[in-house]
């Protein structure tokens, strides 16, 4: 993406001047704090902007030199841009099986060839499968969540912070599962505030700041960065609770 | 005893077709969170389009056809009226969809004219004789039709691709949209399945009967019926139909020995009924808790 703008509401400007890229194949980091604008910069990639009212206003979006941006949120599905939102947004009251079947919404062809990779990937799914989603603990909800997602064989995945709530043998294993999904050929961008895991399998990563990319850099040299500890340290998250207030309008369609 | 029973039989019937219509307001509630008050239309445009068509298709052609084109007409609704309003607080769109209820009639009162428009069904009043007890046939065939509309529809929902993103969308909508879920098919099929409904449930109620311009009223009974079966239950739209349309017989066969009440308790049955539900089960009988926007 390239020069991206975010407007929420006609007024709030919330991504100044996006430019990021992931290459195939590649796992790529995104940082920042409370606030700074991730999930609005997956949003922009994924067509969910409408439904909270947001807007590009400058730049667009690109895949294999097409400009994405402004294609509804099944086409770019379809296309091969695959999500787990902030949060899972698993449907609870679904089973496991038809949580995974709604991933495959577009793919209805091949739903069985994408259970059996699927359940192979995350076993404890393939035992759970008739149980009720609402149920599972929370590093399942989020096994189930990558799951679905990998359903609609995406060659890019994005990622909103799966480590988020979990405990730190969880944590491990989801990274070793984003790796292990990275090597069967899909790309990852994967938004994280754990830092430490996101940058130790990501080739590269990214900053965020109130809108903006502060770095740019290789992971590895991200890791070594002493600006990057004191930013997790920092006081960044202040306007959190004002953050989570906003009004969810609801604007679903094109 | 049998008069009893004979009530029961009449109330099944009358209840299959509240059950039928009521299920038209849910499924349009569950995909949209708006309680359409364009049913009455979809129900008496539906029926007047049988009393049209029957001559030629006879009974049952004359209904897929009313049914099928109803359906479109929904549709059409649907894409001109609601769907620019998507966004909107739902009760905005609740008074828009009055509107389009209003206007539907009006068009519609122009086919049935000043008088009542027949139905010449294949039933009438006719009626079986079952050990003593007399059940009219036209209530045995709503209900047997209902029961198969109401199957198929639960297959559909449980079953097929679209029932299943149907059901994920009412759950959480931006998560079915990145799914890959059009909401705006969902949406649309809701509204075309919600018209179908109302031309079966108008046909059937029509039966043996005639149309005139204040059939559409049966559709309100529809209201308490979701309200007691729950606004977001399939299953309380159904077993609420049948409740009422049972209470509803049953209240008419006894208040004859009961004239204090006077002669029309029956007709406020179903909001009694209602009253007396919601002061147990605040969010109906089979209805979720977070439930309670219109
Ligand atoms: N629907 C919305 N309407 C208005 N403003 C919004 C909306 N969604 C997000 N914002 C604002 O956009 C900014 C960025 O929010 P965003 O959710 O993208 O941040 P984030 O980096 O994902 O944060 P977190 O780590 O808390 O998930 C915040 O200031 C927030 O208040
Ligand atoms: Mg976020």
């Known amino acids: ?254 | 005893m049998v008069e009893l029973l004979e009530a029961l039989a009449r109330g099944l019937g009358r209840g299959s077709i509240y059950a039928l219509l009521a299920l038209g307001f849910v499924i349009i509630f569950k995909a949209t969170r708006v309680v359409s008050f364009a049913q009455p239309a979809f129900m008496l445009a539906g029926t007047v389009m049988v009393t049209y068509f029957i001559g030629t298709l006879g009974f049952w052609g004359a209904l897929v056809a009313a049914t099928a084109l109803t359906a479109l007409l929904a549709l059409g609704v649907e894409r001109a009226a609601v769907r620019p309003m998507v966004g909107k607080p739902p009760f905005v769109v609740a008074i828009i969809t009055l509107g389009v209820d209003v206007a539907v009639r009006v068009v519609v009162n122009g086919y049935i004219g000043n008088d009542v428009r027949p139905m010449h069904d294949p039933w009438g009043l006719k009626a079986f004789d079952i050990g003593g007890i007399t059940v009219q046939q036209r209530h045995v065939v709503i209900f047997v039709t209902a029961a198969i509309i109401v199957a198929a529809l639960f297959a559909f929902f449980r079953y097929s691709r679209m029932g299943l993103a149907m059901r994920a969308a009412s759950y959480d909508q931006e998560a079915a949209l990145a799914q890959g879920v059009s909401v705006g098919a969902v949406f649309a099929v809701s509204w075309a399945m919600a018209g179908g409904l109302a031309a079966v449930a108008g046909t059937f109620a029509a039966a043996g009967e005639s149309v005139d311009h204040l059939m559409w009223l049966t559709a309100l009974v529809a209201l308490p019926v979701i309200i007691l079966g729950g606004l977001d239950s399939l299953a309380g739209a159904v077993v609420g139909g049948l409740i009422v349309g049972i209470v509803f017989e049953v209240t008419a066969l006894y208040q004859k020995d009961m004239p204090w009440l006077g002669g029309n308790v029956s007709v406020i049955s179903p909001y009694v009924v209602m009253l007396l539900v919601l002061l147990v089960r605040p969010y109906g009988l089979f209805g979720t808790r977070e439930v309670e926007r219109v």
Request: hydrophobic share 45%; no cysteine.
């Open chain 1, 1 to 254: 993406m390239s020069n991206l703008e975010v407007v929420y509401d006609d007024v709030a400007l919330v991504l100044r001047g996006i430019s990021l890229g992931v290459a195939p194949g590649q796992i790529v980091a995104l940082l920042g704090a409370n606030g700074a604008g991730k999930t609005t910069l997956l949003r922009a990639i994924t067509g969910l902007l409408d439904v909270h009212d947001g807007e590009i206003t400058k730049g667009a979006v690109a895949l294999d030199g097409a400009v994405i941006s402004g294609r509804s949120p099944a086409a770019l599905v379809r296309l091969g841009i695959g999500q787990v939102m902030e949060g899972r947004r698993i449907f609870a009251e679904l089973t496991v099986e038809e949580n995974l079947r709604l991933g495959g919404h577009t793919n209805r062809r091949k739903i069985s060839e994408g259970l059996a990779r699927t359940f192979d990937l995350f076993p404890v799914l393939a035992q759970r499968r008739k149980g009720t989603a609402g149920y599972l603990s929370g590093g399942e909800q989020q096994m189930l969540a990558m799951g679905r997602a990998l359903m609609s064989a995406p060659r890019y995945l994005l990622l909103d912070e799966p480590s988020l709530g979990l405990a730190p043998k969880l944590v491990e294993q989801i990274r070793d599962l984003i790796v292990r999904i990275n090597e069967s050929g899909t790309a990852v961008l994967l938004v994280e505030q754990n830092a430490t895991m996101a940058l130790s399998i990501a080739s590269h990563g990214y900053v965020m700041e109130t809108g903006k990319i502060v770095l740019d850099k290789p992971s590895a040299e991200l890791l070594a960065d002493e600006d990057i500890r004191e930013f997790y340290l920092g006081s960044h998250t202040t306007s959190f609770r004002e953050v989570k207030h906003y009004q969810r309008r609801k604007r679903w369609l094109s």
